[in-house]
């Protein structure tokens, strides 16, 4: 079954049932007001007093008491197992921006199928937030204005060829792969790294803390 299109018109804070850190939900709320989750992140949201704007997924993870909680109309129930319920949000939520937490920090294959859905829906502009790092898909192109020693690290999911300036060791026309070359613990040296890939398979690691310098950079590429 496809999940219908949800179409929201401001920047969404999706929120999972992984390790979720009060102090990032809140970091992501202020940029992302509108909230979310999938499946076990709605009792997440409720144990921290917040009320999700709709709750998607297989529903497995949520007790019916906890449903009864949630109004009727804001749950999203997908049966099928062909996906994870964070890629259900991603085929269904249609925003400007996600900013998605909760996904990272506990079970590893949760996490490593978050990474997997960022590439599985390039056309989302989904930012994941960890207790530490932010991670997103690299655009075609991009700018971002960073301080300099920012550690800036470049994982390949799959073959690309990536070119940047402004980071202390080149990357410049390598060939990257995940059982190749990748590109972790780089650092930014002058103020503004610019990035191109050949092909989005690029995944972006950052400290959390830029994560207002990097939704600058990403609507610099929505409006360019």
């Not at 749950?75 to 249609?94: A, E, N």
């Amino acid at each position: 079954m496809n999940p219908p299109n949800v179409v929201v018109n401001h920047a969404v804070t999706l929120l999972g049932a992984g390790r979720s850190i009060p102090k990032v939900v809140k970091q992501a709320l202020s940029f992302a007001p509108i909230l979310f989750a999938a499946d076990g992140g709605g009792k997440v949201a409720l144990d921290m007093g917040l009320m999700p704007e709709g709750v998607i997924g297989d529903l497995d993870s949520l007790t019916p008491e906890i449903q009864q909680q949630l109004p009727a109309d804001r749950v999203y129930r997908f049966p099928d197992q062909d996906s994870t319920d964070f890629d259900k949000c991603l085929r269904t939520i249609h925003a400007p921006l996600i900013l998605a937490t909760g996904f990272t920090g506990l079970r590893l294959d949760h996490e490593l199928a978050a990474y997997s859905s960022l590439l599985r829906h390039p056309d989302q502009r989904c930012i994941l937030l960890g207790e530490v790092d932010l991670c997103f898909l690299a655009p075609e192109r991009m700018r971002i204005d960073l301080p300099a020693g920012t550690r800036f690290s470049l994982f390949p999911m799959a073959s690309c060829v990536a070119n940047a300036t402004g980071l202390r060791w080149p990357v410049d026309g390598l060939i990257m792969a995940p059982d190749g070359v990748i590109g972790t613990s780089n650092e930014v040296t002058t103020g503004q790294v610019t990035l191109q890939v050949s092909e989005r398979k690029l995944l972006v690691i950052l400290p959390r803390v830029h994560l207002e310098a990097v939704i600058k950079a990403l609507k610099g590429v929505m409006n360019g």
